[in-house]
């Protein structure tokens, strides 16, 4: 069963980090370009960023580039969404699924997982 599981999620203060999760299961995850993306409330989901599993090229929505780091982890099996520096406007649900690059979704969405960023 193909499965893409959303987890560290959580509350931060602003200029904080958080390190998001995206484990992947039923399928070769290093096939496909997986995208980063968020909904916050009253707001379109958006893509955040994206990473392609062939030759490791990532792609940053002009919000969060040089904030946020994508990556494979070591078992390919797992995408990382580092987030540094956060502000306010990145409080979302964030949700991960394998992308046309750089961020046209085609997979099914999961349940997400929740940024809170407040001081």
């Known amino acids: 069963q193909v499965q893409l599981v959303e987890s560290g999620g959580g509350l931060a203060q602003p200029g904080e980090s958080l390190r998001l999760s995206c484990a992947g299961t039923g399928f070769p995850m290093d096939y496909y370009a997986i995208g980063w993306f968020r909904e916050a409330p009253g707001k379109e989901r958006e893509g955040v960023s994206c990473i392609i599993g062939r030759d490791g090229s990532t792609y940053y929505s002009d919000s969060v580039k040089g904030r946020f780091t994508i990556s494979w982890g070591n078992d390919k099996n797992t995408v990382y969404l580092h987030m540094t520096g956060l502000k306010p406007e990145d409080a979302a649900v964030y949700y991960c699924?394998?992308?046309?690059?750089?961020?046209?979704?085609?997979?099914?969405w999961g349940r997400g997982t929740q940024v809170t960023v407040s001081s």
């Open positions: 699924t394998p992308v046309v690059p750089p961020s046209d979704p085609f997979g099914s």
